[in-house]
């Protein structure tokens, strides 16, 4: 099964950073990859999908890059709103999710 | 517009079984797979299967395998999760999740969890 490791596991920022979190997969799963931003009793929302695409109505300071093993969710510059928990899936071979990044203000 | 509304939260004994609803609507219902994921509290989103609500294949994931059975019913475009011999380990919430595009893909659309506890 494909492994995906998040990193950092849990983030300090401030409004108006910029924050990158990366994912690395186990294997190549091309650009089979999504991210979800999660806030507490909620489920996931789709943010990005296929790596880079960003998904409708989701704010454009959100964008993800990456193929293969290696990829990033970059947030140009934080909003209060944006202070959750993150996971990457890829849906290359089944699916698999990412252990989460807990995003949370310095 | 999609909506995935599942069942409401349930108590259960270690033993016994499970079964979650998730009604859809908003499209048509034979034309897209549907998740189950769970999340253990406080833990991260673990798969668990997978269905074809138009013919009514399933994939599982291996660690579900034996305990897992999802089905559908197309008269009410509401699939069903049924998790057998629980355990407190199963105390999570549970949710449904309809891909957008193909088989394996992401998940575009989740209903709103139901929690399940597992406890005596």
């Known amino acids: 099964a494909i492994q995906l490791t998040q990193s950092p596991s849990s983030l300090s920022a401030s409004v108006g950073d910029r924050v990158t979190i990366t994912c690395r997969a186990s294997q190549d799963v091309s650009g089979a990859l999504a991210w979800y931003q999660q806030k507490p009793g909620k489920a996931p929302k789709l943010l990005i999908y296929?790596?880079?695409s960003l998904e409708s109505g989701v704010p454009s300071r959100f964008s993800g890059s990456g193929s293969g093993t290696d990829f990033t969710l970059t947030i140009s510059s934080l909003q209060p709103e944006d202070f959750a928990t993150y996971y990457c899936?890829?849906?290359?071979?089944?699916?698999?999710f990412g252990q989460g990044t807990k995003l949370e203000i310095k | 517009q999609v909506q995935l509304v599942q069942s409401g939260a349930e108590v259960k004994k270690p033993g016994a079984s499970m079964k979650i609803s998730c009604k859809a609507s908003?499209?048509?219902?034979?034309?897209?797979?549907m998740h189950w994921v769970r999340q253990v509290p406080g833990q991260g989103l673990e798969w668990m299967g997978i269905?074809?609500?138009?013919?009514?294949?399933?994939t599982y994931a291996q660690k579900f395998q034996g305990r897992v059975t999802l089905t559908r019913d197309t008269s009410t475009s509401t699939v069903y999760m049924e998790l057998n011999s629980l355990r407190s380990e199963d105390t999570a919430v549970y949710y449904c999740?309809?891909?957008?595009?193909?088989?394996?893909?992401?998940?575009?659309?989740w209903g709103q969890g139901t929690l399940v506890t597992v406890s005596s």
């Open positions: 296929d790596a880079s």
């Open positions: 899936q890829q849906f290359n071979s089944y699916l698999t």
């Open positions: 908003g499209y048509n219902f034979l034309n897209y797979y």
């Open positions: 999740g309809r891909i957008r595009r193909g088989k394996w893909s992401y998940i575009g659309y």
């Open positions: 269905i074809n609500p138009s013919g009514g294949g399933t």
